[in-house]
């Protein structure tokens, strides 16, 4: 099929039409030609009628698309990038949207590793967003053999998802997501398991954020734990290990000693998430009093201005610094508006 300027679009075919495959279905078409199959003929036949995909085309038909993503369940994913590669040969490049990269090294093709940071605890077709990826991180996993100009496909693919993507070896991310995605899920689990059960009405938000995340299938995350044990052990060692100290603290009367250890906690989560926004694009630093309704009257004046902001952080020290919200906008443009707008409006803004 061709774009308006008349030129064909590349094909990219999308194998598993989940809540992962379908969503980057819906954030690729119209830049690419989608092409999708899953296990499923009902899924199959949903994605086409909802327009998630521009057409069917089994895996035995994939012979010359430019690129195969391969978005099925972690247990089956090795397999079905094999399964991928007898077809599409060294023609195609095929990557990956699986939770764990070392999964698929030392298979044989064009292979580049892929992970969208983003997801849900829903899973299927009909969970799928077209939003899912904005603004993401988008990890990009080169294998030894892995060609420069498929890693830049990859990356290009990712852009086109609006996902920002993060250049990483298999290792690193391995390493990496087990404390900043399996821990999390493995401490909700925990949580969760832990509760008593009666007089839920207790249970406030504080509970309830916490543990949102088991909710999550117990299925996947079973399986991520397998297929990343090492790293997974080595964060829920160095987890218990902080959870046993604190326990210690508290047994021996030694509240200093906990209190420095939970301000430690605290301000280590706030440079995290002030150092978050200051990284998802082009940030205005405003000063903003710290009373109810500062930030809405913000974030109104920034509507009303059309400046589209990406993302919001808080800083607690105003040290050296000038203001205490830190926001980030995808664009110069929006954080020109941003800017012209909160000094007009007599904010100090940096
Ligand atoms: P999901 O919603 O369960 O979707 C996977 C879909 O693949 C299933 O709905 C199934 O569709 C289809 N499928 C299963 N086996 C298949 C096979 N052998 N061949 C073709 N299609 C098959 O799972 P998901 O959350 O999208 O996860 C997919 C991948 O994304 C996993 O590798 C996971 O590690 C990765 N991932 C997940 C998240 C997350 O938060 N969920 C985030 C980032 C990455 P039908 O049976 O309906 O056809």
Redesign the pocket.
């Known amino acids: 099929m061709a774009d308006t300027s008349g030129q064909q679009k590349q094909v990219v075919a999308i194998?598993?039409?989940?809540?992962?495959?379908a969503s980057l279905a819906l954030a690729l078409r119209g830049k690419y030609r989608v092409a999708g199959?899953?296990?499923?003929r009902a899924?199959e036949r949903y994605a086409l009628e909802r327009g998630i995909v521009d057409e069917i085309r089994p895996v035995d038909r994939l012979k010359g698309v430019s690129c195969v993503v391969v978005?099925?369940?972690?247990s089956?994913?090795r397999d079905?990038v094999k399964q991928v590669y007898d077809i599409v040969g060294d023609e195609s490049i095929i990557t990956d949207?699986?939770?764990v990269k070392g999964l698929l090294c030392g298979l044989p093709g064009r292979i580049v590793g892929g992970?969208?940071m983003?997801?849900?605890e829903h899973?299927?077709?009909n969970?799928a967003k077209r939003h899912l990826f904005e603004n993401a991180v988008y990890c990009v996993v080169p294998y030894p053999q892995s060609r420069s100009q498929d890693v830049e496909f990859v990356k290009e693919l990712a852009h086109a998802a609006k996902a920002k993507p993060l250049e990483i070896s298999a290792e690193k991310h391995d390493r990496l997501v087990a404390y900043y995605s399996h821990m999390p899920h493995m401490a909700a689990y925990a949580l969760s398991g832990t509760a008593i059960g009666e007089d839920v009405s207790i249970a406030g938000s504080g509970f309830m954020d916490s543990t949102r995340i088991a909710c999550s299938d117990p299925d996947?995350w079973t399986e991520v734990f397998r297929l990343n044990r090492d790293n997974t052990l080595s964060a829920l060692d160095g987890y218990i290990s902080v959870l046993n100290d604190m326990r210690g603290m508290l047994a021996d009367n030694d509240y200093s000693a906990l209190n420095s250890a939970l301000a430690d906690a605290c301000s280590r989560r706030k440079t995290l998430a002030a150092a978050r926004v200051a990284d998802s694009g082009h940030t205005v630093t405003v000063d903003v009093l710290d009373e109810v309704g500062s930030l809405g009257a913000v974030a109104s004046l920034l509507a009303e201005s059309g400046a589209n902001i990406a993302n919001i952080g808080i800083l607690d020290s105003r040290e050296g610094i000038g203001g205490a919200l830190v926001l980030s906008f995808t664009t110069p443009r929006d954080a020109s508006l941003a800017r012209k707008a909160l000094t007009a409006a007599g904010y100090c803004v940096s």
């Open positions: 194998v598993g039409l989940g809540l992962i495959g199959c899953s296990r499923s899924t978005c099925t369940p972690l089956a994913l079905t949207v699986g939770s992970h969208p983003a997801g849900t899973s299927g077709i969970a996947f």
